[in-house]
């Protein structure tokens, strides 16, 4: 740091106010020792003041000199007034003659601070110390003074004598104020405060009241002259004691009262003026010096006041240019209470308080202070630490240190996350304290004895200490049926817990899902049939995991054994509670079955039967526990007779008016979702479903039946309707096969086989929207040809959906054909129910069932199943069956049965389009295409006559969104020619984006090159 010139001011070598004190600006200021003596006489004697030509004056009262009068002191002379009895001297000093003595007039603005060193002793119960109060004649401005209790007071006036402020702020920190001190009172008019300032001699230290806010304006033209121990003749009171550097000043803004008190108080120290000298040296406010004449004399020597200075790498002194006496420095390390000198040079380190014992031999010796160069000390330099890693739970220490910086340095420690690491600093070691696992960043900051500070930072890793991987009990395997759902709760052994848990199912959303909530965990069959893999893994508290798998199989609901109904001689109800009517000679009925199809009852009556009347429009009807509704009743006459024909209908049929559904569309959706959807706000329900298949198709504003007859035809199976559970079901195939068989002469009456060409092609030609034909896969050819069973040409269009592709439509076609291209069989036969004469079950039989049918003569010999049944309830005998030879229905997969039946037993949903691209050939141009920077061309190689070409630098792409089926693989192939630098292959690679039926998306990306 550059060299600095301390004790260069007058309290630096006497203790004594200099007047060029910074921003004081003094008003007055009497030194005492600048008079001679006071000698008895007159009521007063005129005291000279050092800033002001005009004098103060001391006024005896009575006692004249003996009680006041000059004597020895710190600065040389000072003066003491009452010292005996002050009630009874009752001397002051104030005012004398004209001049700048009484307090400030027409001020407004600004500060004005009054003060003095002063001691005293408590002879009465209110001292005055500085005071504008007791003359009686003119409005006071400030009165400072102390009460024998020792409390300081301080009050303001207004113009109208009123006091604005009244305030005792109790004794300073070092007690009584009786001994030597420094005590004054500063006016703020700018703040409208009052302060009081005090210092103590003895123990160098110093203190400021709080600034009390006057509370109004003072006065700006005080009347009443400025007295010191005395309060004149309007009130007796006096002080009895020491006053010495008696001042008034209007401070600046750049006096700092702080500051001016310090060194007031470290001033006390030097003894320039002190008794022993004040008489010999000469001392001004620029210098000390030396007397005239006289080489000797203790008088000679004096001490400059205390300056608190430090240093560790060494420190000179060196008397101000142009002056020139012997010195040597001294020190205090107990704030003055001791002091021994310092060699020359200073020690290395020092830390504490520095004087200087000056001597001056004579007139042509003098001191104005000293230069002290004192070695610059930079921040602390925090030395580095290296990073630390520590497990979670456990501590560590790490030893600190620091260079430059003054001395002694105290260490601290800040983490950047306390939860990771805590750390702490006791001396120079640093504890760090693990907690949870991860990173933290430690700040360690070094701050010397000035503030100044230096820091480092290092990182701490806490790793895991974990325990053993959890391990989860085994999980059993789930066999569900479809659409029900079974909760297991799930456990792990381990010790790291709490334990969090997820599952994840190979199959989402279809065959089973799966979710957990805590530690159970629900396992849902979806509506197909077949076996998912469960992964189910636990994570402990420390990111350990433990994975098992399971399988879960989900099974179709078995379809329901039939109960075949009684038909035969079984009476038919009619009406239904006390009103019911059993009928039980009808002259005709006919219960008429089919498979997917018709489910009615018809009976005839004369018409003047008993129960006729019972018969009504809507009417309930039962027959073989069977649940009907009357819907037409027709009167006539057969062969004469009047009769009466009713025609019911099962009550499923009232699904028709059950409400109006509204237009949709499925995609690849089950039988079951779209069942639920048409029982919907019916009173309906869903039976067994165990038709497993998915299809996308769309359906019109329909009602709750039409839409169940359209889920059957789209996706197979046989609709059981339960008229009495109310109940719906969809099963794969109903119906039993338990060996009842007819044969002519026994059951069997009446035969009947139809062989039918009417819709017999051996050509069959296909196209779709776009006018694409099969010609470019098949040959050359735009259809498909069998002359298996006639030679003869009979021709028929299938048209596709536009965008179908050639190898679709070639599959198609030919599977059609192959149906198509021989004749249809059927058969009828009339057939006797008689089981209800044997009552065996082996004669029992219904719509759905497989049976077997012998007519030899006929050359029939038939088991097939029964899809339409006419059972005669009168004659059962005369019972009709209807046989086919197609076992099972198999559904459409689009409902577009114009466009897509083949009449093959297998369905068009299972066959493997070819081309799932829309104008892959580029025949069209970029038609359906999306790209980036490619054109169409006309192209020889290939299959078609366009192709895509891509030129240019960067990426080039095209691309197209397709919506196939739910396969689990495809190909993709094309052909491709380049064209560049020998040896050079362009960059090429196939994205593909599926998006699955749940939502989530999946890239594919195929590098070709």
Known sequence: ???????????????????????????????????????????????????????????????????????????????????????????????????GHAPPQGMTSGRYLVGMWYDHAYTMAHIPLITTRGDGTATPLFHLATVNYGSLRHQVYDDAGTALLDQFEGTPPWGTPTTSQWVGQLIDFDAGTSQILAANFATHEWWISPARAIGGTPNTAPGAQIRVYGMGDAAAYWAGGGVDEFLTARPDATFDAETFLDALARGTFSTGQAAGHGDVLAVTDAEVTGPTGGTGGSDRTFYTGAVPLRWQDGATFAPLAGHSHSWAAQGSTDDGATWADLSDPPPASFDGLVRFRVYLADDTKSFAGMDVDIAEVGAPVMDPISDVTIGEGTSDTVEVSSTDGWRPVTYSAASSDEAVAAVSVSGTTLTIDGGTPGSATVTVTATDADGQTGETTFTVTVEMIAPDPPVIDPIMPIDLEAGTAETVTLTATGDGGPFSWSAVEDDPGSLVSVSISGDQMTVGAGFGEGTAQVDVTVTDSYGQTDTVTFPVTVLLPPTPEPVIPRYAREPIIVGDGADAAAIVDPVAGVVVREVNGEQTLTFGLPIKHRHGGAILPEAPVEHAGIPYRVRRIETGREAGTPVMSVYCEEDFYDLAYAGQLDAREYRQVTALQAMTDALAGTEWSIGTVNVATRRTYAVEVTNPLELLRTVQANHGGDLLFDSVARTVSLVTKSGRDVGVAFVYGRGLTESKRVVDTTSLVTRIYARNADGQTIASVNGGEAYVEDFTYTSEVREATYDFAAGTSPYTMLSMASATLANRSRPSYSYEFTVADLSWQTRQEIDRFDVGDV???????????????????????????????????????????????????????????????????????????????????????????????????????????????????????????????????????????????????????????????
């Open 1 to 99: 740091m550059p060299v600095q010139t301390l004790w260069n001011d007058r309290l630096a070598w006497s203790g004594e106010v200099p007047l060029d004190y910074p921003g004081l600006n003094p008003v007055t200021l009497t030194r005492f020792h600048e008079i001679a003596i006071w000698a008895a006489g007159p009521a007063y004697e005129d005291v000279a003041d050092t800033v002001n030509t005009a004098s103060w004056r001391l006024w005896y009262e009575s006692g004249g000199s003996a009680n006041a009068f000059t004597e020895a002191g710190q600065w040389g002379e000072g003066a003491r007034l009452n010292a005996t009895d002050p009630s009874a001297s009752q001397s002051w000093i104030g005012r004398g003659g004209s001049g």
């Open 851 to 1009: 049976v077997t049918v012998v007519d030899d003569e006929l050359g029939i010999r038939e088991a097939q199943r029964i899809v339409a049944i006419e059972h005669d309830i009168v004659r059962p005998a005369r019972t009709k069956i209807t046989l086919s030879a197609k076992l099972r229905e198999l559904g459409s997969s689009t409902g577009d049965e114009g466009g897509v039946t083949t009449g093959s037993q297998q369905s068009t949903f299972d066959l493997v389009p070819y081309n799932l691209l829309k104008n892959s050939r580029f025949d069209g141009g970029l038609q359906h295409w999306g790209s980036l920077g490619v054109d169409a061309v006309e192209a020889a190689q290939g299959t078609g006559d366009m192709a895509a070409r891509f030129t240019g630098s960067g990426e080039r792409w095209i691309e197209q969104t397709v919506q196939p089926d739910n396969r689990d693989a495809y190909s993709l192939s094309f052909d491709i020619e380049s064209s560049g630098p020998q040896g050079w292959t362009p960059d090429v690679r196939a994205i593909a984006e599926v998006t699955y039926e749940d939502g989530s998306t999946e890239t594919i990306t195929l590098e070709l090159t």
